[in-house]
């Protein structure tokens, strides 16, 4: 019998194997199997199907293994990856990479193995001697574990001159990266279960054993009692521990032929279960919103509802409601956020009401975590609800009865590299017609592409106007930056507005948030004589100043450099720091308040799930008076005493290229301003600029979303641009600047022969140069009413017969649609 296997790699194409006879009757649609790819690489690959013709011109190679006696991939699962990488024109090699957590996906490793036979026949070098003697006392290591361990240069060239010489051999062998978590358990001994008078006499014999007797008359309680450990009931160690009973208590009974201890798997979710609270009374507007949205998902086609609610009116506690229906129409529901961060504070409000059928999915828990999650989601009994950032839509749902998108404008829902390229919110939409499930998009500045859907009839819609418990939205003023510095009302990067307000507040004893979407200390250094920047080696950019470690860092590659003392163009000691990120302002912070408990959360501090967690937990807590971030404390987080926002900088956002910067400019100071007045009291927000009279600071101080939408739904009708038409960005790729350029224009010429008017460019991207590679880029604008998947093809068969000629070799051509 042949199959069709889909592999990790980003090839488009199914590959075919032989399956042994003495297999055949095991293996099935969406398991795992062990292949040999290439000439000594292995690989799990996925069963696409079953029972295909025998390839022709070549013979295939048989399986090794069958990993999973049932399906690790739904049949569901394997349609929707087969609609991502026709949509987002990938590979389904690439879709299985994106979607499966790395345990599961498994890949040989070379092991090394040195030869006890050899005799050298000429000097060896130092490198070689010490990378023998390393096999030789490490026999079967990798060459991981070998580079590691001596550092240095590459051994690839050392290792294979020792294989010539037939002093080490080398394999491939599948590394299995997930291992059960286990732990110690003690069970009655099989001899005491089954004879009472030996299980007795054994007692007995303790009574000059106190500890030891007391340990057993414990272990018998925690068992349940008699019955129970007679029937086998393990007592984990770890309870024992508790009650202070030592191992070495437990390794004489184990002795004494009482107890026996075995390893019994053990799960690393955390599946507590809690008193579980039932969802809280809403209030009028938030009933009457709830009772909107379910009318909506009961008419037909309006299984997708935006829900337009400002901050802090209680969207959360809708969501609440609505799971709590579906869970009990015993359904499964997705809650997805943009942002890692956001999961910390919900997390805890959700297990509050859902207990232990809550999961949690995330890049910052590990691989094992998130391996079981997924497994558990297979099992008889999932999980009913799973929380998770983008990549939880690729779960393998069974019985998805509810999808909602939390702050559906982010662009954190859209995954840039590496492919595929989708967007989360897009793929939510999609699988209300994979699951028939309803989705719900809930923001308070909608993306103009759900507004669009919503006002044209596609979506149904539903606002929430009022703030929970009629808290008056923040009042927000704008500082003009320019009139300040004119009139020298300004305190290094605080106008004295601002600073009054922090004052005030941190008399009150309330909190302050201040937000600067930028990190590090400087965004760039200038020689003040000769205006020389320091550049990134790798990419076309500033490197950024970190004052903490003294380094300049490239945000794009990471490459570091030191901070020079003299200018390396003009050899003048004029070095000047510009700009400010959130490491300046905590440091002015903390010399304007001295007295105040400062803290920062960015993408430096925060690294970790533990550190973000800790942030959060430690500001909720009171335990910090200011607040200093990026955009991970834009959206979400709810903090009682915080009654002052700072918006350090508008303008930066303002002026980004991007036909997209002023709808983001708005959602962003509307999320931050957000964050303040939430307990009763009115918040203050103060937004310094320079760019007093921009519709977005006008319509943002006036909290009107629709006129900011509005005009630019205006202007990108005229000019066309989504949401009226739709993108797809060709972004050519070479490490020669030329190269790039003649690839990006003969590929553009030849689209513009079947394209036409809709090809623009190429031109360089705002970034130019990117890890050592020149890009060039090419935008093809597609009509609503345009065959989405001929498109496509006619796009990709042109751009593969060109790649196909060997004068492009080395060029790379970079496909995304619908850039967000």
Not at 803 to 813: A, E, P, Q
Request: charged letters at 25%.
């Amino acid at each position: 019998m042949f199959i069709n296997v889909i592999l990790p790699v980003p090839i488009a194409k199914l590959f075919t194997y032989n399956v042994p006879t003495e297999m055949e009757s095991s293996i099935s649609v969406g398991s795992r199997v062990v292949v040999q790819f290439g000439r000594k690489k292995s690989y799990s690959a996925i069963v696409h199907e079953l029972n295909v013709p025998e390839p022709m011109g070549y013979k295939a190679k048989d399986i090794d293994a069958i990993i999973d006696s049932t399906p690790i991939i739904t049949e569901r699962q394997l349609q929707l990856w087969q609609w991502i990488a026709d949509y987002y024109v990938c590979s389904l090699g690439e879709v299985y990479k994106a979607a499966m957590p790395s345990g599961l996906k498994l890949e040989s490793e070379t092991h090394l193995t040195y030869n006890h036979m050899f005799e050298a026949t000429s000097p060896l070098s130092p490198r070689q001697e010490m990378i023998l003697n390393f096999i030789e006392q490490n026999n079967n290591c990798t060459i991981s574990d070998l580079t590691s361990h001596i550092g240095g240069a590459n051994p690839i060239p050392q290792l294979k001159k020792l294989m010539d010489m037939e002093a080490l051999y080398i394999s491939e062998q599948l590394k299995d990266a997930y291992k059960p978590k286990t732990e110690s358990a003690y069970k009655l001994s099989n001899i005491c279960r089954e004879n009472e008078d030996e299980f007795l006499a054994k007692m007995d014999a303790l009574s000059r054993a106190p500890k030891q007797q007391e340990a057993l008359m414990l272990f018998i309680q925690l068992g349940g009692g008699l019955g129970q450990i007679s029937l086998g009931k393990a007592v984990r160690r770890e309870e024992l521990a508790k009650r202070d009973v030592t191992t070495a208590v437990l390794n004489e009974l184990v002795k004494k032929g009482i107890l026996v201890c075995e390893k019994q798997e053990v799960s690393r979710l955390n599946n507590r279960l809690s008193d579980l609270i039932p969802p809280h009374d809403l209030s009028e507007a938030q009933a009457k919103a709830l009772s909107e949205i379910k009318h909506c998902f009961s008419e037909e086609n309006k299984h997708i509802v935006l829900l337009n609610g400002v901050t802090s009116s209680g969207k959360t506690e809708l969501y609440i409601h609505l799971i709590h229906e579906t869970l009990q129409q015993g359904k499964q529901v997705l809650y997805l956020l943009p942002e890692i961060a956001l999961t910390t504070q919900i997390t805890s409000r959700l297990q509050k009401h859902f207990g232990d059928t809550l999961g949690i999915y995330h890049s910052k828990f590990n691989d094992a975590q998130r391996v079981e999650l997924w497994n558990n989601l297979l099992s008889d009994h999932p999980y009913g609800l799973i929380l998770g950032v983008r990549s939880a839509v690729l779960l393998p749902f069974s019985n998805l009865g509810l999808i909602i998108v939390d702050e559906e404008h982010e662009s954190s829902f859209k995954q840039y590299d590496p492919a595929p390229r989708y967007n989360a919110r897009d793929m939510a939409v999609l699988m209300s017609s994979f699951h028939n499930a309803n989705v719900l998009l809930g923001s308070a500045t909608p993306s103009l592409e759900s507004y669009n859907n919503a006002i044209s009839g596609r979506y149904g819609y539903v606002e929430l106007t009022t703030r929970y418990a009629d808290v008056a939205l923040p009042h927000i003023e704008t500082v003009d930056m320019s009139a300040a510095r004119k009139h020298k009302e300004v305190s290094g990067l605080f106008s004295f507005s601002l600073r009054d307000r922090i004052i005030k507040a941190l008399n009150n004893k309330e909190q302050v948030i201040l937000f600067q979407n930028r990190r590090g200390f400087a965004p760039y250094v200038e020689c003040h004589q000769c205006a020389w920047t320091a550049k990134c080696i790798n990419c076309d950019v500033s490197m950024t100043y970190h004052k903490n470690t003294g380094e300049l860092v490239c945000h794009y590659c990471g490459a570091r450099a030191v901070l020079p003392l003299v200018c390396p163009a003009c050899g003048t000691a004029s070095i000047e720091l510009q700009g400010y990120g959130t490491e300046k302002i905590e440091e002015e912070v903390q010399s304007l308040f001295p007295e105040a408990r400062v803290v920062r959360m960015d993408l430096d501090t925060a690294r970790t799930r533990k550190a973000f967690e800790q942030i959060i937990s430690d500001f909720e807590q009171y335990k910090y008076d200011i607040l200093i971030g990026t955009q991970m404390i834009s959206k979400g987080l709810d903090f009682d005493r915080v009654s002052t926002v700072g918006i350090l900088n508008v303008d930066n956002m303002l002026n980004i290229p991007d036909f997209r910067a002023y709808e983001r400019a708005f959602a962003m100071v509307s999320q931050v301003a957000g964050r303040a007045g939430r307990r009763g009291t009115r918040g203050h927000v103060l937004l310094q600029t320079k760019q007093i009279d921009s519709h977005v600071v006008t319509n943002s101080v006036n909290n009107n979303y629709k006129a900011n939408a509005e005009r630019e739904m205006d202007e990108r009708k005229r000019y066309g641009y989504p949401p009226f038409v739709r993108l797809i960005h060709i972004t050519i790729k070479h490490i020669d600047e030329l190269e790039a350029l003649r690839g990006a224009t003969i590929i553009a010429n030849e689209l513009t022969q079947i394209f036409g008017r809709r090809i623009l460019g190429p031109q360089p991207p705002t970034i130019a140069r990117m890890q050592n590679l020149y890009l060039q880029r090419i935008i093809l604008k597609m009509e609503k009413t345009a065959n989405p998947a001929k498109v496509k093809e006619l796009l990709m068969d042109k751009i593969n017969q060109i790649l196909g000629d060997h004068s492009f070799k080395g060029t790379s051509v970079v496909v995304d649609v619908d850039p967000y």
